[in-house]
């Protein structure tokens, strides 16, 4: 559960609380939930009250009744006019098999007299309950509803309401480029990632949009998944379709183009992956060298294979901008590190003074690429004032950490050092282990950065288990003082058995031990 869920369920159970306590809906009262886990919780929290009975005033509610957890109750509820339709969804998912017929009845009756208000204001919810043993009758009925042609995908607007969870204040179309004015639309933006995905899949089996329009949600989508479906679909048409055939030959080619271009703009790596393998269809494979230094791994992996299904040399014209000052960039360097061989590695070494400290960065890790990790060469760039420096030196170090001095690594975490220098030799120092990472790591315990103090402990929680001693100096009695520092990090029965296997005296403590 995702820390909206569980705010949403906070919400939810404060709400059941306050119509239990007989406080009334309103202005200054009880405010009804409006998200599907906030529902949930608010009909659990009803149904696990103390009090029983119709006539007791905590059940004189209708929404408090409908989730009662005698079944009579809830059946006579369903019976009575205007029920509260989320908690008539819940109850199509009832136990009772005399509920779920009343309820079943009734939201029937909802979703055929208002199927678009019905329809946008449940599927979340309908979609959260279809796990449920009985909760696939609602999600097949409302899946029914949403492939129909009318009324659901004719134009429709909601009239204006106060913000909900699944509508932000923002304008609607700033989520996916669109105004919504169908239901599929509006689900299509919901923030709720199934339900968003729910109604993608419906409108991709439908074949709604064309090749052009499925590349530029690809793009803009931001749920990876959901930008998975659109992807997929462009592809999909783009092979399926023949540009340059039949009397639209101009217009079939704008379309594609477009659509290539779109899935190249794409926010996320794996869309714009799409659209670099996309040019070859699209007789454009040459364009690869643009996508050589993207800043994803991937779309450059995709780039420099096309490049070289076309005969070109990726290496070449990497090598090129990495020896342009004007041209340069980190992913330039990253890029040419990737397809690099060790020769190359002087040419990384001299961008080690380059100016950027991004490029400087990318220079260190594409040395890592060739697996160059000289002391002499990297020990230096823990003291750079570039932050990714000191952390990609500190990366290419970290296998050679045993190599490095114990008393120059604990110089650089004292508190009068750039903070990014701290957390590099601390990497090394917990990497290198023994006692001096054990002192530096309990030294930080009490440090004034709050980042530095929850690594620390992290890492000493790292040492315990319960299957191996720690890697740590057997009968060693500064391990034992450092031990009794971590009072707040492990457990007194934790702290008994690392002494004892590391061969150390028990201490007394309040457990008795």
């Known amino acids: 559960?995702?820390?909206?869920?569980?705010?949403?369920?906070?919400?939810?159970?404060?709400?059941?609380?306050?119509l239990l306590g007989g406080r009334r809906v309103g202005i200054g009262g009880v405010r009804l939930p409006d998200r599907p886990a906030a529902w949930t919780a608010f009909d659990e929290e009803v149904r696990q009250a103390r009090a029983h009975g119709t006539s007791l005033p905590c059940f004189d509610r209708l929404e408090t009744r409908l989730c009662h957890r005698d079944g009579r109750i809830r059946a006579a509820a369903l019976d009575e006019p205007d029920p509260v339709l989320p908690l008539v969804a819940i109850r199509c998912a009832d136990w009772v098999p005399a509920v779920r017929r009343r309820a079943r009845r009734v939201l029937g009756e909802a979703l055929a007299a208002d199927p678009a208000r019905t329809l946008t204001d449940l599927t979340p919810l309908v979609l959260r309950l279809g796990r449920r043993e009985q909760g696939?009758?609602?999600?097949?009925?409302?899946?029914?509803?949403?492939?129909?042609?009318?009324?659901?995908?004719?134009?429709?607007?909601?009239?204006?309401?106060?913000?909900t969870w699944w509508r932000a204040e923002r304008p609607a179309h700033t989520r996916t480029g669109e105004q919504p004015d169908t239901v599929l639309a509006w689900l299509r933006w919901n923030p709720d990632l199934a339900t968003r995905r729910f109604a993608t899949r419906i409108t991709l089996d439908r074949g709604l949009f064309g090749v052009r329009e499925l590349a530029r949600r690809a793009a803009v989508e931001q749920d990876p998944v959901t930008s998975t479906l659109w992807t997929d679909a462009a592809l999909a048409a783009l092979a399926a379709g023949a540009p340059g055939d039949g009397p639209d030959r101009a217009d079939a080619d704008a379309d594609v183009d477009a659509a290539v271009d779109a899935l190249l703009g794409g926010h996320l790596p794996m869309v714009r992956a799409a659209g670099v393998t996309a040019l070859r269809r699209a007789g454009r494979a040459t364009e690869a060298v643009h996508h050589l230094t993207d800043r994803s791994g991937t779309v450059r992996a995709c780039a420099r294979w096309l490049l070289r299904q076309g005969g070109g040399d990726p290496y070449a014209y990497l090598r090129e901008l990495v020896e342009d000052p004007d041209r340069i960039t980190r992913y330039t360097v990253t890029g040419f590190a990737e397809c690099a061989g060790r020769a190359d590695a002087p040419l990384l070494r001299a961008l080690l003074d380059h100016p950027a400290g991004a490029v400087r960065a990318a220079a260190v890790a594409g040395l890592r690429l060739l697996d160059v990790t000289d002391l002499a060469l990297l020990r230096?760039?823990?003291?750079?004032?570039?932050?990714?420096?000191?952390?990609?030196?500190?990366?290419?170090?970290?296998?050679?950490?045993?190599?490095?001095?114990?008393?120059?690594?604990?110089?650089?975490?004292a508190p009068e050092r750039p903070l990014h220098t701290r957390r590099a030799a601390y990497r090394l120092l917990?990497?290198?282990?023994?006692?001096?990472?054990?002192?530096?790591?309990?030294?930080?315990?009490?440090?004034?950065?709050?980042?530095?103090?929850?690594?620390?402990?992290?890492r000493l929680g790292s040492l315990w288990s319960p299957y191996r001693p720690p890697a740590l100096p057997v009968r060693d009695p500064e391990v034992g003082a450092l031990l009794d520092r971590c009072t707040g990090v492990f457990s007194d029965y934790v702290l008994q058995r690392m002494r004892s296997q590391l061969g150390l005296p028990r201490t007394t403590t309040t457990d008795g031990y």
Do not use: C
């Open 380 to 413: 230096p760039l823990l003291d750079d004032p570039s932050p990714g420096v000191a952390r990609e030196a500190s990366v290419s170090l970290r296998a050679s950490a045993g190599q490095l001095p114990a008393d120059w690594l604990l110089t650089r975490i």
């Open 1 to 18: 559960m995702s820390a909206w869920e569980r705010q949403d369920a906070e919400n939810g159970r404060a709400a059941a609380a306050g």
């Open 136 to 163: 696939a009758w609602a999600l097949e009925h409302f899946e029914a509803a949403l492939r129909a042609e009318d009324p659901v995908l004719a134009p429709w607007w909601r009239p204006a309401r106060p913000a």
């Open 430 to 458: 917990f990497a290198r282990g023994g006692v001096a990472g054990l002192r530096a790591s309990v030294d930080l315990l009490s440090d004034e950065d709050a980042g530095l103090r929850v690594v620390a402990g992290q």
